[in-house]
Nanobody
Framework: QVQLVESGGGLVQVGGSLRLSCAAS????????MGWYRQAPGKQRELVAA???????NYADSVKGRFTISRDNAKNTVYLQMNMLKPEDTAVYYC?????????????????WGQGTQVTVSS
């Protein structure tokens, strides 16, 4: 099993910044793609940003130029730096990761979600 633990959410004013962190632990041989999703009340969960194991990134149009995703493979951690925050960024933010666990005779990749962290941008 793998656990993803997010931190860094909170209340911030319009134009402010927050940095989210997500640390993975457990049975991990390799973490492949990692990403951040968000879900606002009454809306579907949406992709915010993703990063491959090699560092390639992908962003939702609504956050391009304001958010930056990064990862520290040595720490099994992914980050989301959020700048110039807007009220419409208010949501629960979820970490997601594809994790491979392998031994000499076994290999399996599963997808995991964190528990979510609330980000609230007040005007």
């Amino acid at each position: 099993q793998v656990q993803l633990v997010e931190s860094g959410g909170g209340l911030v004013q319009v134009g402010g910044s927050l940095r989210l962190s997500c640390a993975a632990s457990g049975r991990i041989s390799r973490i492949n793609g990692m990403g951040w999703y968000r879900q606002a009340p009454g809306k579907q969960r949406e992709l915010v940003a993703a990063i491959s194991s090699g560092g390639s990134t992908n962003y939702a149009d609504s956050v391009k130029g304001r958010f930056t995703i990064s990862r520290d493979n040595a720490k099994n951690t992914v980050y989301l730096q959020m700048n110039m925050l807007k009220p419409e960024d208010t949501a629960v933010y979820y970490c997601n990761a594809d994790v491979t666990y392998s031994t000499v005779s076994y290999r399996r990749t599963n997808n995991y979600w964190g528990q979510g962290t609330q980000v609230t941008v007040s005007s």
